[in-house]
């Protein structure tokens, strides 16, 4: 009998927290007109002592914090495993670090900045906080670094005899280098002024770009207050548009399932009009079918897609489709049991995930 995957505590720091509130709100949108949205929060020493934050990155200060806040959501003192997901690790310190290297001619470097810079530093410093000896491992697979850490996290629950309290995230953060790259390579919209809310009627090269943190605790126990379930998890490297209807039937039908089943899709549509097409055939296949997005809120990243899966998840646990999220006008006709995320990045690492209700 296959084993199930229960999503039973979450956090999320975006640029929809706001200073003081970590988790986004449904009903508190933030707007914005500018095409670099960053994490406004700075309420950490809700769970961070502030001697040990002065040397913490922001990623860190924002993966740690979120990874504490799933544990206590769940009411799980230690996981069993960390299993983190980032696409540029702690970006502002590796800039940092290379800034000096060049500043000081390779000499009398303080080693303090290189650390901090590694891509794992965050899964370490959970581990650190929350003093686990558990297996941790950091993915570093560009905008599937998430989907790849939660699927380490499903296959250990399938395959190994033992209880699971899996801690699984994904982190990004913005530094101004990668911004200047960013609008170079036009992954940013170069128009001067930028409605976040109308993000899809920008007919232009690029999007919005984002940062922020969200951790799920998942395991094999259903609680009382279990979120969701994690019914499946699919990722593709590289295929064409036309391909993806037809893998998306594929991976439903794996699981005994067909379009009509799904009562929810969640896209990850950024306003790019060189590879929204890839979302368009299942704009089209799901036209009965409510549909929501998220990356005109939380902005454009390798992670993003971990938002959309912590907006699945609320969705389902509280029946309810935000406004501002939606895609189209159609409403549930009936309670919300299925839910279908589909995301892509410039047209790569294609990913399909399924939730159910509990």
């Not at 290189?114 to 581990?127: K, P």
């Not at 994690?230 to 991976?251: G, W």
């Not at 929501?292 to 509280?318: C, D, N, P, R």
Request: charged letters at 20%; one cysteine or more.
């Amino acid at each position: 009998m296959k084993k199930a995957c229960y999503i039973n505590g979450i956090s999320s720091l975006s640029p929809q927290s706001t200073a003081e509130e970590e988790n986004f709100d449904f009903q508190q949108i933030q707007t914005f007109q500018k095409p670099v949205l960053q994490v406004a929060f700075k309420n950490y020493k809700k769970l961070i002592k502030p001697v040990a934050m002065r040397r913490m990155s922001k990623s860190v200060k924002m993966g740690v914090f979120t990874a504490a806040s799933a544990l206590i959501d769940a009411e799980v003192k230690t996981p069993t495993s960390i299993l983190t997901g980032t696409g540029m690790g702690c970006k502002q310190d590796s800039d940092i670090f290379l800034e000096n290297l060049l500043l000081q001619n390779e000499e009398l470097l303080s080693p303090s900045k290189f650390v901090q810079s590694t891509h794992n530093t965050v899964g370490g410093q959970v581990a650190l906080y929350l003093k686990s000896k558990a297996y941790n491992f950091t993915y570093v697979q560009g905008s599937a670094s998430f989907e790849s850490a939660l699927l380490d996290a499903q296959l250990s629950i399938l395959t190994e005899e033992k209880p699971h309290q899996i801690l699984v995230g994904g982190i990004d953060e913005i530094s101004e280098n990668t911004i200047g790259l960013l609008q170079l390579d036009q992954q940013i919209k170069n128009e001067p002024e930028i409605k976040n809310l109308q993000l899809l009627d920008y007919p232009s090269k690029g999007s919005i770009i984002g940062e922020g943190a969200h951790f799920f605790v998942i395991s094999e126990e259903k609680t009382a207050t279990s979120y969701a379930q994690l019914l499946d998890l699919h990722l593709e490297n590289a295929i064409e548009v036309e391909e993806v209807a037809i893998k998306t039937k594929q991976f439903l039908a794996q699981n005994q399932l067909q379009a009509s089943d799904i009562d929810l899709i969640i896209l990850g549509n950024n306003g790019d009009k060189d590879f929204d097409t890839y979302f368009q055939p299942l704009q089209h296949e799901f036209k009965q079918t409510p549909q929501v997005f998220y990356k005109h809120l939380v902005g454009e990243s390798y992670t993003a897609s971990a938002f959309g899966m912590q907006l699945g998840v609320k969705i389902l646990k509280a029946q309810f489709i935000p406004e501002a999220y939606r895609l189209n006008a159609i409403q549930p006709q009936k309670a919300i049991k299925k839910v279908l995320l589909y995301n892509q990045f410039r047209g790569k690492n294609h990913s399909w995930m399924l939730l159910a209700h509990v």
